[in-house]
């Protein structure tokens, strides 16, 4: 890469000579920025949180995220912080000092990464009250344990005066467009139709939370990257009385703040979903678009009815979406834009995830129910699971044996029954197929009792 530049530490920075799948801490601990570290180098531990300035509304928001999944290129006219910059004078700024004095660090490993996750939540815009120590969640300490640092950011109080609270009245970056061998950035679907056109066997980057992984830890190469976070119209939301459309390149924690009308469920699936670290560049596109068997947007966005936009101004029901394993009915060189939820929101919705930790793992079964109700019958029932079969989908026998009943322990065995003879899952380490399938019968009757 050459003729590549950000802003680092409230300087402009040129890169040159680098392949464009080194990461950004890669490329951080090359310049002496060491307080970024690897551990696991698949967005769990947290070791490697950097700040990203981003958009919130016409203002901007700190995010932590995690550079060792962030390829280097994806930078290119972003403002990024390292924990080294929040020295002033050498005086520690006020999360740094909080964490001294609460005794959050013993062997200081992963103290960086908390620094950054604390800051942000500091000076996150709209903030009231104290901190909120979840917002840490993408960070581990191995050695420490989480009471101190837990009361390092319950004393902490508003965000101080100074060049970074100034910063945040300012306009976050607009990202350009930018082409280098082995990278794109289009600024438009057009262009990125065509960018998929010149450069067969490109690869599609959003976030870079599922991607990253794979370059990190399976050796994986693409000969060329298309990163689609340059493009306003996978950036929106728009809400009418008729339904809500969400770009498919939209960070979840943006869907979580822009969707204040959002059934509770949605929380229920996104912020067990990742770390907020994960959720600050993860999407709902991306999610829906690697098709894995056990993503857990797609069973709620099934509950809902939710159709799906395309490249070819294609608009696919999410139930006709998911054709096999980690297969979809996108044909070749066309991907995700939007998703649409149709309104009005079912009068009953649950979502439920089952998996070896309650926050932030892999599922091994995710379940949603909606339906709307005919006095004290159940009406246009659905019934959608991920983790049963090779694909996410809609059990349509139970939800037909469901349609028309009413809510009753007698009609969920009827369709517990139904249940058993229709879902297919498999077994592996995280569950055998007679645990997904008497996981997914009790979930209908824990839905029962609230």
């Given at each position: 890469m050459a003729g590549l530049t950000f802003e680092l530490n409230g300087r402009p920075v040129a890169v040159d000579g680098y392949a464009p799948?080194?990461?950004?801490?890669?490329?951080?601990?090359?310049?002496?920025?060491?307080?970024?570290?690897?551990?696991?180098?698949?967005?769990e531990c947290g070791a490697c949180t950097v700040l990203l300035v981003a958009k919130h509304g016409d203002q901007s928001a700190y995010r932590a995220v995690n550079s060792c999944l962030m390829f280097l290129p994806m930078a290119a006219g972003q403002e990024i912080y390292t924990v080294e910059s929040l020295v002033d004078k050498g005086e520690l700024c006020e999360a740094q000092a909080a964490l001294a004095a609460a005794g959050g660090s013993q062997c200081g490993y992963c103290t960086p990464g908390f620094v950054m996750s604390l800051f942000a939540e500091q000076y996150r815009p709209g903030r009231e009250g104290a901190c909120d120590p979840h917002q840490m969640g993408g960070n581990l300490c191995r050695c420490t344990g989480y009471r101190p640092i837990r009361d390092a950011a319950l004393s902490l109080g508003p965000a101080p005066a100074g060049v970074f609270l100034d910063r945040l009245a300012w306009p976050a970056p607009t990202l350009t467009a930018v082409?280098?061998?082995?990278?794109?950035?289009?600024?438009?679907?057009?262009?990125?139709?065509?960018?998929?056109?010149?450069?067969?066997?490109?690869?599609?980057?959003?976030?870079?939370?599922?991607?990253?992984?794979?370059?990190?830890?399976?050796?994986?190469?693409?000969?060329?990257?298309?990163?689609?976070?340059?493009?306003?119209?996978?950036?929106?939301?728009d809400e009418t009385a008729d339904a809500v459309i969400i770009g498919a390149a939209l960070p979840l924690t943006d869907v979580l703040d822009r969707w204040t009308s959002a059934p509770a469920a949605l929380a229920d699936c996104l912020l067990p979903f990742a770390s907020p670290t994960?959720?600050?560049?993860?999407?709902?596109?991306?999610?829906?678009?690697?098709?894995?068997?056990?993503?857990?947007?797609?069973?709620?966005l099934l509950a809902l009815d939710a159709a799906v936009y395309t490249s070819a101004r294609r608009r696919i029901p999410l139930a006709d979406f998911f054709t096999g394993y980690r297969q979809t009915a996108l044909a070749a060189g066309e991907f995700l834009t939007a998703i649409e939820v149709p309104k009005p929101y079912p009068a009953f919705l649950r979502f439920y995830k089952v998996s070896k930790r309650r926050m932030d793992d892999i599922s091994t079964l995710s379940a949603a129910f909606a339906w709307r109700w005919d006095g004290e019958r159940v009406a246009d029932a659905r019934l959608?699971?991920?983790?049963?079969?090779?694909?996410?989908?809609?059990?349509?026998?139970?939800?037909?044996?469901?349609?028309?009943?009413?809510?009753?322990?007698?009609?969920i065995a009827r369709v517990q029954a139904v249940l058993a003879q229709t879902l297919q899952p498999l077994s592996d380490h995280r569950g055998s197929a007679a645990y997904r399938t008497a996981v997914a019968q009790s979930l209908l009757e824990k839905a029962f009792y609230g």
């Amino acid at each position: 890469m050459a003729g590549l530049t950000f802003e680092l530490n409230g300087r402009p920075v040129a890169v040159d000579g680098y392949a464009p799948q080194t990461t950004l801490l890669d490329y951080l601990r090359d310049r002496g920025l060491t307080g970024a570290k690897e551990g696991c180098a698949e967005g769990e531990c947290g070791a490697c949180t950097v700040l990203l300035v981003a958009k919130h509304g016409d203002q901007s928001a700190y995010r932590a995220v995690n550079s060792c999944l962030m390829f280097l290129p994806m930078a290119a006219g972003q403002e990024i912080y390292t924990v080294e910059s929040l020295v002033d004078k050498g005086e520690l700024c006020e999360a740094q000092a909080a964490l001294a004095a609460a005794g959050g660090s013993q062997c200081g490993y992963c103290t960086p990464g908390f620094v950054m996750s604390l800051f942000a939540e500091q000076y996150r815009p709209g903030r009231e009250g104290a901190c909120d120590p979840h917002q840490m969640g993408g960070n581990l300490c191995r050695c420490t344990g989480y009471r101190p640092i837990r009361d390092a950011a319950l004393s902490l109080g508003p965000a101080p005066a100074g060049v970074f609270l100034d910063r945040l009245a300012w306009p976050a970056p607009t990202l350009t467009a930018v082409e280098q061998t082995g990278f794109s950035r289009p600024v438009s679907v057009e262009e990125c139709v065509r960018q998929l056109a010149v450069h067969p066997g490109a690869k599609l980057v959003a976030g870079g939370t599922d991607l990253g992984v794979e370059s990190n830890l399976l050796g994986r190469r693409w000969p060329h990257l298309i990163s689609l976070e340059a493009i306003p119209e996978l950036q929106r939301f728009d809400e009418t009385a008729d339904a809500v459309i969400i770009g498919a390149a939209l960070p979840l924690t943006d869907v979580l703040d822009r969707w204040t009308s959002a059934p509770a469920a949605l929380a229920d699936c996104l912020l067990p979903f990742a770390s907020p670290t994960i959720r600050n560049r993860a999407t709902l596109g991306g999610n829906l678009g690697n098709a894995s068997p056990i993503g857990d947007s797609a069973p709620l966005l099934l509950a809902l009815d939710a159709a799906v936009y395309t490249s070819a101004r294609r608009r696919i029901p999410l139930a006709d979406f998911f054709t096999g394993y980690r297969q979809t009915a996108l044909a070749a060189g066309e991907f995700l834009t939007a998703i649409e939820v149709p309104k009005p929101y079912p009068a009953f919705l649950r979502f439920y995830k089952v998996s070896k930790r309650r926050m932030d793992d892999i599922s091994t079964l995710s379940a949603a129910f909606a339906w709307r109700w005919d006095g004290e019958r159940v009406a246009d029932a659905r019934l959608a699971f991920g983790g049963v079969a090779a694909r996410p989908l809609r059990v349509c026998e139970a939800e037909e044996a469901l349609a028309g009943e009413p809510w009753t322990l007698e009609t969920i065995a009827r369709v517990q029954a139904v249940l058993a003879q229709t879902l297919q899952p498999l077994s592996d380490h995280r569950g055998s197929a007679a645990y997904r399938t008497a996981v997914a019968q009790s979930l209908l009757e824990k839905a029962f009792y609230g």
